[in-house]
């Protein structure tokens, strides 16, 4: 099998002072996507390259403390392609493909992080800009390759993928073109929520972030961010999930799905 987990960090420093290393080491997956690793490549070095013996892969954030994504791999990558070629996004550190490609197959693994706009209107209309350049790039990638992205995607598609569904409706992660959009992503594009292929009813147990507001995290009000979104060869391959709540390394939990290899 092969275990691949998303995480969104919330920063790698803090991810990794509450024992994100040692749940790796007996967790063992063969890639960690993660995402929000508010660092640079200076902070990295020589502490966070390896995680538990997986080797990372970034792509950093001009700004510093903000964003960032990366894969950690078990196996060494045939390509690494940092940003997906966006003049306003890729400055902010969002996405990180790594290759495995063999004479037989074109394999991909990528983290992503969506923007998020609960900040305000001008940071929404910024992730309206988002979705609607990285359509294209996901659909043209799949003409090409098979892939899996796993990543915080701050939309939470269907009903059943947040708690407080109708009380959210004008919110961002929730409002009616981010979930046309995923909607698209997946009935046109043909792409597949790997985690609703093998679970299409969950609720309760299926979210993945939780507020600091409140006691959300206490009475499970969370939201579904959290995705593998993959091609349909490699999405009919997955065998189990397990959203790992009780994991304390950020505001969101992993979330680890297990592919039969080919």
Same mark, same amino acid.
């Given at each position: 099998?092969?275990?691949?987990?998303?995480?969104?960090?919330?920063?790698?420093?803090?991810?990794?002072?509450?024992?994100?290393?040692?749940?790796?080491?007996?967790?063992?997956? &063969?890639?960690?996507?993660?995402?929000?690793?508010?660092?640079?490549?200076?902070?990295?070095?020589?502490?966070?390259? %390896?995680?538990?013996?997986?080797?990372?892969?970034?792509?950093?954030?001009?700004?510093?403390?903000?964003?960032?994504?990366?894969?950690?791999?078990?196996?060494?990558?045939?390509?690494?392609?940092?940003?997906?070629?966006?003049?306003?996004? *890729?400055? %902010?550190?969002?996405?990180?493909?790594?290759?495995?490609?063999?004479?037989?197959?074109?394999?991909?693994?990528?983290?992503?992080?969506?923007?998020?706009?609960?900040?305000?209107?001008?940071?929404?209309?910024?992730?309206?800009?988002?979705?609607?350049?990285?359509?294209?790039?996901?659909? #043209?990638?799949? =003409?090409?390759?098979?892939?899996?992205?796993?990543? *915080?995607?701050?939309?939470?598609?269907?009903?059943?993928?947040?708690?407080?569904?109708? #009380?959210?409706?004008?919110?961002?992660?929730?409002?009616?073109?981010?979930?046309?959009?995923?909607?698209?992503?997946?009935?046109?594009?043909?792409?597949?929520?790997?985690?609703?292929?093998?679970?299409?009813? =969950?609720? &309760?147990?299926?979210?993945?972030?939780?507020?600091?507001?409140?006691? =959300?995290?206490?009475?499970?009000?969370?939201?579904?961010?959290?995705?593998?979104?993959?091609?349909?060869?490699?999405?009919?391959?997955?065998?189990?999930?397990?959203?790992?709540? *009780?994991?304390?390394?950020? &505001?969101?939990?992993?979330?680890?799905?297990?592919?039969?290899?080919?």
């Amino acid at each position: 099998m092969f275990k691949l987990t998303s995480l969104n960090l919330n920063g790698i420093r803090s991810a990794t002072s509450k024992g994100l290393e040692a749940w790796l080491a007996t967790h063992q997956p &063969d890639c960690i996507c993660v995402q929000e690793v508010k660092a640079q490549s200076d902070d990295v070095k020589g502490r966070f390259e %390896e995680l538990a013996g997986l080797k990372g892969y970034f792509h950093f954030a001009l700004k510093k403390g903000y964003s960032g994504v990366g894969v950690y791999s078990r196996h060494e990558p045939s390509d690494v392609i940092v940003g997906y070629g966006s003049s306003e996004f *890729d400055a %902010e550190g969002r996405y990180v493909e790594v290759r495995f490609d063999t004479p037989k197959t074109k394999l991909s693994i990528i983290s992503a992080y969506f923007p998020s706009g609960s900040s305000g209107e001008e940071r929404q209309q910024a992730k309206f800009r988002f979705l609607s350049e990285f359509y294209p790039h996901l659909t #043209s990638l799949k =003409a090409q390759r098979e892939f899996i992205l796993c990543g *915080d995607v701050n939309i939470a598609h269907q009903q059943i993928d947040l708690k407080n569904w109708k #009380s959210n409706q004008k919110n961002s992660g929730f409002t009616p073109e981010e979930r046309a959009w995923m909607g698209k992503l997946l009935n046109e594009a043909g792409l597949v929520d790997v985690y609703r292929r093998l679970h299409p009813d =969950a609720t &309760d147990t299926a979210y993945t972030w939780w507020s600091a507001r409140g006691q =959300a995290y206490a009475n499970n009000v969370g939201w579904r961010l959290d995705y593998h979104l993959a091609t349909p060869a490699l999405a009919a391959a997955a065998r189990s999930c397990h959203i790992y709540k *009780d994991q304390k390394f950020s &505001d969101h939990a992993p979330i680890t799905i297990e592919y039969e290899r080919s």
